[in-house]
């Protein structure tokens, strides 16, 4: 038997049960404002990470010069150097995962609005995808405040956090939070034919006496109880 918690109280409750037997809340299985926060979310995220990748990441600093460098530039750079496998990894933590989740975060909210091709085990396993890869966005600004930290050496060289490391934590942030507000139980409720609550209990058969029981009785007139035959009709 399922259960459902209460919004206020917490207090588990069986499926189907409407009103908070402990605070009196209206319960509600589904959040029905649930693809509004996604969207809401995930346009401020996109508008985050388009001056992410526009403004410096990284400002450095030395007697002579002062270079500044966006993320994209950053790893054109470090291929040009030779290091190749470092510039693929910042492409793909700082380029590619963004961009996935926020196609991977629409194609959800897309799916359970006008339906899928998509199985909704392969849906749900995609959620679960970008939930686990969410808990790494954020290494490239962990990378950003680490070398900040290091390299301080007075007059001579230091580095400090740009613009787009601020707008990239941002974006990241307002990712996890699209995810986090994605209802999963809602591709499941769509599978079923009802996409805002789940579905209904069948009502409990009818007790029938026992098939065998009735096979071996005798029901003849002669038989029956003397009530029975008098019975008005």
Not at 52 to 64: E, F, I, K, S
Not at 113 to 121: A, E, F, T
Not at 225 to 233: L, R
Request: glycine letters at 8%.
């Amino acid at each position: 038997m399922g259960l459902v918690a209460c919004t206020r109280c917490t207090r588990l409750w069986p499926m189907g049960t409407e009103t908070c037997g402990r605070c009196g809340h209206h319960m509600v299985s589904r959040d029905t404002l649930s693809l509004q926060k996604v969207w809401a979310w995930w346009v401020v995220g996109l508008i985050c990470y388009i001056p992410a990748n526009l403004y410096p990441m990284l400002a450095t600093r030395t007697l002579v010069s002062k270079d500044e460098g966006t993320i994209i530039g950053g790893a054109v750079e470090l291929a040009h150097h030779g290091s190749w496998g470092i510039a693929l990894i910042i492409i793909f933590a700082s380029v590619v995962i963004p961009i996935g989740k926020f196609m991977a975060v629409a194609a959800l909210a897309l799916g359970v609005k006008n339906g899928s091709r998509m199985s909704p085990l392969r849906r749900h396993q995609l959620y679960e995808v970008v939930e686990y890869i969410g808990r790494w966005s954020m290494i490239d600004v962990f990378v950003v405040a680490i070398l900040s930290s290091l390299v301080q050496l007075g007059s001579l060289a230091s580095i400090q956090p740009g613009k787009a490391s601020l707008f990239f934590a941002l974006s990241v942030i307002f990712t996890m939070l699209s995810a986090q507000s994605f209802d999963s139980r809602m591709i499941w409720d769509q599978e079923d034919g009802n996409p805002d609550l789940p579905p209904a209990r069948p009502p409990a058969p009818p007790v029938l006496p026992d098939a065998t029981a009735l096979s071996g009785a005798d029901t003849s007139p002669e038989t029956l109880p003397e009530t029975a035959q008098k019975a008005p009709a």
